[in-house]
Structure formats: C-alpha cells, structure tokens
C-alpha cells in the first residue's frame, strides 16, 4: 500500500489541525494505521494507531484528549484531528501501514510498519 500524508502547516499554540492519511490499494481495511512524528534534533515518536476496523486505537500519553484519530476505509482514508496544539508538537509527521498479524503492543514502534508516507509538516508557533 502507497501513503500519502497531507493536511500539515503552520498554527498557533492552541489551535488545531487535521492531517489525512490517503491509502492506495483495494486492501487498505486490513492495514493498521499508525502516526508518528519526529521533531528537530529528535527520534521518530510514536503518536497513535488504529486498527483495521477503527475499533482499536491507541495514543501517546502526550497527545491524549487533545489528538482523536479516525478512518474511512470507503475512502481509504485515515484523519488525525489534532486540537490544542502546543508548541512541542512541532514535527514532521508520518502514517504508515502495518500488515496484519503483529501483538498490538508491537504498534508503537517504526519497525512494526510496512508502507511509510512522504510526512507533513507542523509547526506550532507559541
């Protein structure tokens, strides 16, 4: 499956962005989504995940209450809605797609994904 992130920019602390994660391929309903983030200077972070059904989803305790993730598989889409923002959310942010069959608990780390977007950028000014 080929990503491609969209929907990053530049906003001030408290505002919100929603970033959309679209998916080619028939198959996109059985991947796991996952967002991730890597900020200057910084590893790629693990945000949140959903499962294939988006009855499954997972987030950073930094993010919690302030991020919701969602998808559509008829539009093979995955949103990040992103509310709150502050100004350490500040990074590149990627989807990626992992093929079914790993322990959900493997969904926070880069290596579990497959397929990886071209990444957005936010930018949170204070």
């Known amino acids: 499956v080929q990503l491609q992130a969209s929907g990053g920019g530049l906003v001030q602390a408290g505002g919100s962005l929603r970033l959309s994660c679209a998916a080619s391929?028939?198959?996109?309903?059985?991947?796991?989504i996952g967002w991730f983030r890597q900020g200057p200077g910084k590893e790629r972070e693990f945000v949140v995940v959903?499962?294939?059904?988006?009855?499954?989803?997972d987030y950073a305790d930094s993010v919690k209450g302030r991020f919701t993730i969602s998808r559509d598989n008829a539009k093979n889409t995955v949103y990040l809605q992103m509310n709150s923002l502050k100004p350490e959310d500040t990074a590149v942010y990627y989807c990626?797609?992992?093929?079914?069959?790993?322990?959900?608990?493997?969904?926070?780390?880069?290596?579990?994904?497959?397929?990886w977007g071209q990444g957005t950028q936010v930018t949170v000014s204070s």
């Open positions: 990626a797609a992992a093929s079914p069959g790993s322990s959900w608990s493997a969904y926070s780390r880069p290596l579990t994904y497959d397929s």
């Open positions: 391929g028939r198959t996109f309903s059985i991947y796991t």
């Open positions: 959903i499962g294939w059904s988006g009855g499954r989803t």
